[in-house]
């Protein structure tokens, strides 16, 4: 299993950096959102959860059961809780004009 999100590399728009990818990175393409808008951030919100699904291997099904480890769902919550957190921080950079 992978380990939880070390870093978010995440395609810039309006010159916002992202952060160093590493071999353990999650990349959530936003480039074609209107973060402006509730459509905009509901899009990337289900970005969000599909990329932080695969990331953490939490719908993989394993051999003699359906539920998710425990360990898939930790990293499962702690990614999406980063990348929220990372696409917060540039909506406010865009906000004040970053």
């Known amino acids: 299993m992978k380990r939880p999100l070390i870093a978010l590399a995440a ?3 309006f010159g916002a950096t992202a952060a160093p990818a ?28 599909v990329a932080a699904r695969e990331f953490c291997a939490l719908d993989q099904q394993r051999t003699g059961t359906r539920i998710a480890s425990s ?3 930790r990293c499962y919550v702690e990614t999406k809780r980063q990348a929220k957190k990372h696409f ?11």
Not at 88 to 98: F, H, K, S
Request: aromatic fraction near 4%; avoid cysteine.
């Open 11 to 13: 395609i810039a728009t």
């Open 22 to 49: 590493y071999a353990d990175s999650l990349s959530i393409p936003y480039r074609d959102l209107d973060l402006s808008t509730a459509e905009g951030q509901k899009a990337l919100d289900r970005r969000i959860d």
């Open 71 to 73: 360990g898939s769902r």
């Open 88 to 98: 917060a921080a540039i909506l406010d950079e865009q906000r004040v004009g970053g």
